[in-house]
């Protein structure tokens, strides 16, 4: 599982998991009713949480972040170091721009108090939760597990005086397509940012396909001079692909690189000959390509190489290979390939020769000490794949994903679900709804089998996205399955209350710079001006 | 009509009409094939082109407009002046940055040319037609009636060889809804560049509306002051209105106020009290207010002096007055209201109470000699209205719009249609398709009932639409509503012949920096990357 590799003060994604996603939301300036659904600009809700009435004033230079005596992680650990900078940021915003000096020496706050957060990190915490709780007078607030995090303001800010919390779901992630159009990297940082804010922990970077080949390989450059939109201006050069990693780490989040194949491979014939298989019409070649050619050696030795490279650039232990959407008419067109079926005792039946590359595939990613993800199409059509490959759900309405839930937690596989959050599908109105009404658990199974449920993720595919809409279409419509995948079921189980307690984030969201698009009617504090 | 105003070298508004409509994307630098549907970037489609397979190099340094010595206006008309700066930017990006300068000398172009605009202006034009035609060698472009224009880059340029041009429809309007969510100024302005650039004309500005009113009035300031979301950062100021109507103007772009009423009113009544209507429950008021009261003088005293000032502050010859859906329970829950119908023979129809209202307020505006738009709702239940009144087509599907067309100019009635058009609703895929293949002269009528047919608008209704997301779900989607307002029908009624260019628009677009949606999937040289 993601967390095992977790030790005592090394600094690692892993443990960002808990920082990012637990850091936010925890303070905020207002003056609402309590209560769990009133509680504003906090999303996800935290399992468990109780506020005080009361408000403090924070002053930006009585405030700081710093490390317990008996915590594990101490200064000089980056990723905490990087984020008490980002946090303090966010907490005192005109501090940083220098225009507070001034304005802070006429802020006359009569409770002013001095305000310190310690952090003290066990050794043996592996698991993701953490608590969070307010003494008054000091006001020193002490996470006693994990991270305890801050926001609020300079001015009179409500304090939570206790919140425990922890993920329903360790597996909640995002996917970008950079195929179907290309996205700068600017963009996909600045999803990674709004990432953090929702507590998403993985970023599926579903970073080739069909229409093209953006990523700049060591080993085969040709893949991305020929597969890309252009050669220089649409490709993930090494140092892009590092910069995404280090910047998703430094907020907690994976990155879960996908090369799918043997379909949705277009691009990649256009710089590696005889990969493609080639479509016949008749006799004779059509000039046409169809899926990744299986039957020749020299496939699984490229694959094998190109996945040798892909698990030392993507350092997580998960490897995204696709198999989905497999067009048989090119295999069958091919007279070599029809021979092989013979050879191979297959018969007519294409989906063993789907499974026959496939379990080449996984084995090469099993000898690369990488554990597999793939789209549920595998599993429907072949049940030997390793045990722990993850199977991915996509396909359909909600009663058939809770069969596909069904059956493929019922062989013993972990199953990650993404069927009922396709979020490029747009809709008039508020089809976040739809997002947060989803229930990942209900299907027929044993607890056992609902235990299998590893997460969910929210697919933003990229026909009609680019950089010009992704981010308000992906916000705060994701923040809706974030919730789902964070929270407690039943305390998250009524939309209507849920509503303006997402309408106070979305506005947070603006103030932290995601341009994340209105709910409904109304307005913010902090509007979007970007344009 | 909207040109009877033009006189010689007043430079006003109205001229600028042909300007803005007609400057753009005459020249491109491209090599696709020649013909109508592949002249890349031209959008919307002019009426008669021409273009040559020669290419020529454009030097900024050598590239210059001028005025024709017979033209009517000669430096110093400020819209002309400003527009030929803003042009030679677009078409000279790296130019304006002075970068240019240093990679010119660099450039060896063997075709070099002196590049000139002619513009001659005839004082007898008041269409907004024109002539491009471009002769070789000299390479000079003489636009004989309005004004001539250029789009290009300083690298080799296609010129398109001769041009006539002139709009389907006087009236191309885009709707902004700025009550249900506020858009900054700058929101604003950045749609009014775009709007230039797909040759709309009119910006209706639906100001105010029940969720907020933010227009700043000189006379009732307390309208925003408590009407608006908020008093101070949700406003437009008599400056801000000013600055929108400006920047319009120089884009060849009128605005058309809306002040909608007796309906869509709950936020006048926040500052302005006894003029909604108390409802009742029962025989005691419920504290809950209706439409516009219609049976007190000081409502209309109120109306009168406000329309005044509206009309003072929007030059344009109309005022839209709303006048849709306005819900009649409020008014039969209120005695005095039944004891006024009672008194004015009205017997139980509301719609005459709410005819009765509409005829005060459009003698209101017939009195500033100003012209009326009204929603279809006035015709409806009504109709001795002022025969100049333009009627606002909103509802319903296509078979319905289409008799709404037929009857209302039977009725001898201006039309305006924007029912086609409602580009809120969104959908997943090409929905542009649907607005493009409008027919708006498709139904039952004379020959002159379709030239009562005067335009057509695209509304942007802001439910769930604000700065976050208004550039995306306007562009190019709105654009494809553009072109069948402005081009010959004929000529563009194949859907996917008019795909590719409108793609190319939209990359065009994006390098003009409008935040434009993808169509599908695909690339642009220039992407966007302000995130």
Known sequence: MYFARLCCCVCTSLLLVGLAHKNFTRMCCASVPLGLHSVEGVWPLPQSITSSPERYPLNP????????????????????????????????PDYSSGRFYSEVKFLKCKNEVRFK??????????????????????????????????????SICKIYLKSTDFPRFQFRGILLDTSRHYLPVQAILKTLDAMAFSK?????????????????????????????????THIYTQSDVGRVISFARMRGIRVLPEFDSPGHTQSWGKGQSDLLTPCYSGSSPSGTFGPV????????????????????????????????????????????????MLKMGFGADFTKLEAYYMENIVNITVALNRTSIVWQDVFDYHE???????????????ASYAAELSAITKAGYRVLLAAPWYINHISYGQDWRNYYTVQPLNFSGTEEQKKLVIGGEVCMWGEYVDATNLTPRLWPRASAAAERLWSDEKQTSDVDKAFPRLQDFRCELLRRGIQAEPLFVGHCKHEYQGV
Chains 1, 2 share one sequence.
């Open 293 to 340: 050619n299986p039957i020749l050696p020299s496939t699984y030795k490229f694959m094998a190489t190109l996945f040798k490279e892909v698990s030392s650039v993507f350092p997580d232990s998960y490897i995204h290979l696709g198999g989905d959407e497999v067009n048989f008419s090119c295999w069958k067109s091919n007279p070599d390939v029809r021979a092989f």
């Open 384 to 398: 030997r794949i390793p045990k722990d490959t993850v199977l991915h759900i996509w396909k359909g309405l909600p």
């Open 200 to 232: 998403f922990n993985v970023f599926h970077w579903h970073i080739v396909d069909d229409p093209s080949f953006p990523y700049q390989s060591r080993t085969f450059p040709d893949l991305s001079a020929k597969g890309a939109f252009h050669p220089m």
């Open 117 to 154: 957060v310690l952090l003290n990190l066990n050794v043996v915490v592996v698991q993701s939760d953490y608590t969070l709780s307010v003494s008054a007078g000091q006001a020193s607030l002490k996470a006693e597990t994990v991270w305890g995090a801050l926001r609020g303001d300079y």
């Open 61 to 92: 230079q009585a405030f700081y972040f710093t490390y317990g005596s008996q915590s594990a992680a101490q200064e000089g650990c980056s990723v905490l170091d990087e984020a008490f900078k980002r946090y303090f940021s966010l907490i005192f």
